[in-house]
């Protein structure tokens, strides 16, 4: 049953469909900045420095896991 209503009434119009949304897009672009090229940071290496661990906590970590 999908697929005649497929045959039917979508694939029949499928290229206005993409004229409409196309044109919608279009219409909507806008040019943004880069923000990232004033965020760049390079950082000297030092002998001293220590190697830093990053963990990144969110509601679908298994807790037990780290040790807590």
Not at 12 to 21: D, F, K, L, M, S
Not at 22 to 35: A, S, V
Not at 47 to 63: E, F, N, Q, R, T
């Amino acid at each position: 049953m999908a697929v005649r209503a497929a045959r039917v009434h979508i694939i029949p119009v499928r290229e206005e469909q993409i004229a409409v949304y196309q044109e919608m897009i279009d219409r909507h672009r806008t040019e943004k900045p880069d923000i990232w090229a004033a965020r760049d940071v390079t950082l000297a290496q030092q002998p001293a420095l220590a190697p830093v661990v990053v963990g990144i906590w969110d509601s679908g970590v298994d807790a037990p896991v780290f040790g807590t």
